[in-house]
């Protein structure tokens, strides 16, 4: 069983949309909770952390974070084409502070 | 400033040869990382330099992979010989400085090396 599962998607969704991304771990020693997003050909960039369970706002992303059910998620609001790309995400915990365990990404396109 | 830098972009071996793959960090990063993703599947860790020591290797396949990180600069990874499930695109990441136990400055990868095996 992988650590980390991600519905792999493609999701695709038409501007304006609301977006939902989501990830299930298995893994309690983590507490460090990530998005990246990667566009094509690029390496992933960070998009969003949360430390623990809770939210976390910036803009027009959301992250929460439900540790007692080892779920979290990716709320994009009033989403953009631009915002086509693999979202991914990652975690970190326990004593290998510097691993991060990605799930395997989701496909978003963000049609016009 | 510039971000993580790799080297090459793309290289196509066959079996059994050898290949190096090379990553420059952000100036001034000790802590660089080495991730690999195979096709169809999630980004792998590999290991973790804090300047010129292995932190955590614990994601290194097996004996073929090499890294090293002489100097606590820049980093080569040296897969010898190359197997067809070596295949993947290989990603380097660094991070500023980590206090102990806590959570790491932001990984920022480079664009990674599109390794291709025949």
């Known amino acids: 069983q992988k650590e980390v599962e991600q519905d792999p998607g493609p999701l695709s969704v038409p501007e304006g949309a609301i977006v939902s991304l989501n990830c299930t771990y298995s893994?309690?020693?983590?507490?460090?909770f990530m998005w990246y997003r990667q566009y094509s050909r690029k390496g992933p960039e960070l998009l969003m952390y949360t430390y623990s369970s809770g939210n976390k706002e910036d803009g027009r992303f959301t992250a929460q974070v439900d540790k007692s059910s080892k779920y979290i998620s990716l709320f994009i609001r009033d989403s953009q084409p631009s915002d086509s790309a693999t979202y991914l995400c990652a975690m970190s915990g326990g004593t290998s502070y510097g691993k991060l365990t990605f799930g395997q990404g989701t496909i978003l396109t963000v049609h016009p | 400033e510039a971000g993580v830098t790799q080297f090459p972009s793309h290289s196509v071996i066959e079996k059994g040869q050898t290949v190096t793959l090379r990553c420059d960090p952000i100036?001034?990063?000790?802590?660089l990382y080495w991730y690999r993703r195979v096709m169809g599947k999630e980004i792998k860790f590999l290991l973790h330099?804090?300047?010129?020591?292995?932190?955590?290797e614990s994601g290194m396949p097996n004996n073929r992979f090499l890294a090293e990180r002489t100097g606590g600069t820049y980093s080569t990874l040296k897969v010898q010989p190359a197997e067809l499930e070596d295949s993947g695109v290989y990603f380097c990441?660094?991070?500023?400085?980590?206090?102990?136990?806590?959570?790491?400055?932001?990984?920022?990868f480079g664009p990674g090396t599109r390794l291709t095996v025949l």
């Open positions: 100036s001034g990063h000790d802590n």
């Open positions: 990441a660094s991070s500023q400085d980590p206090t102990s136990g806590g959570f790491t400055d932001t990984q920022y």
């Open positions: 330099f804090v300047k010129e020591s292995k932190q955590d």
């Open positions: 893994n309690s020693a983590f507490q460090y």
